[in-house]
Nanobody
């Protein structure tokens, strides 16, 4: 079992930045691909970014490429999402998730563990 707790959400103006953190406890953190997903009101949950176990590979949704950066610190059992140049359409609840797969994936059903989410609101 892996427990995930997100933090760092909040209200920010368009063009601003936020850094989300996700602290993991339980099983060995470095054994999991980690991802970030988001869900806006009335919309389906969508993939944002993923990072490999060793942090050697990353993958991003086209909508956030060049603005968001995913990273991880296996010594601290934490994954981060640095969000720059935020837009109102980035407003959503952001979730971190862990997958036992070896390869990166953007498919939510392949992630086994989920945090409770943190709200990000971007005002125009």
């Amino acid at each position: 079992q892996v427990q995930l707790v997100e933090s760092g959400g909040g209200l920010v103006q368009a063009g601003g930045s936020l850094r989300l953190s996700c602290a993991a406890s339980g099983r060995t953190f470095s054994n999991y691909v980690m991802g970030w997903f988001r869900q806006a009101p009335g919309k389906e949950r969508e993939f944002v970014a993923a990072i490999s176990r060793s942090a050697g590979s990353t993958n991003y949704a086209d909508s956030v490429k060049g603005r968001f950066t995913i990273s991880r610190d296996n010594a601290k059992n934490t994954v981060y999402l640095q969000m720059n140049s935020l837009k109102p359409e980035d407003t959503a609840v952001y979730y971190c998730a862990g997958s036992p797969l070896i390869v990166l994936t953007n498919r939510a059903p392949l992630y086994e563990y989920w945090g409770q989410g943190t709200q990000v609101t971007v005002s125009s």
